[in-house]
């Protein structure tokens, strides 16, 4: 299985963007969907969006498809989730997980292999 690590995250103010990347150090990321999720203190883990393998199917968590972007080179072996407009209900860890299927799931127990996230904190 692939190793994901994620990178990009930070601190920012609200109204701010961020490019979040998930890569692996294989190349091989192209056999697999992504999908990205991510989990704030307390709450439970929440999908914000997957693509496929090629990058023609993309899903968005509820509410979140006008400020996020999911898109992938596979020349690179990495996915990109785009957050714009930031808010600081967007603090969270961000985590990109795969499974190598074409089509991304929606749910966390779709997916089979997970990084160890990136850190967002979002402020006024």
């Known amino acids: 299985q692939v190793q994901l690590v994620e990178s990009g995250g930070g601190s920012v103010q609200v109204g701010a963007s961020l490019r979040l990347a998930c890569a692996t150090p294989?190349?091989?990321?192209?056999?697999?969907?992504v999908g990205w999720f991510r989990q704030a203190p307390g709450k439970e883990r929440e999908f914000v969006a997957g693509i496929s393998t090629g990058g023609r199917t993309t899903y968005y968590g509820d509410g979140l498809v006008d400020r996020f972007t999911i898109s992938r080179d596979n020349t690179k072996d990495t996915v990109y989730l785009k957050a714009d407009g930031l808010k600081l209900e967007d603090t969270a860890v961000y985590i990109c997980?795969?499974?190598?299927?074409?089509?991304?799931?929606?749910?966390?127990?779709?997916?089979?292999?997970w990084g160890h996230g990136t850190q967002v904190t979002v402020s006024s």
């Open positions: 997980a795969a499974r190598q299927v074409i089509i991304p799931g929606t749910t966390a127990d779709w997916y089979d292999v």
């Open positions: 294989e190349r091989s990321l192209s056999q697999y969907a």
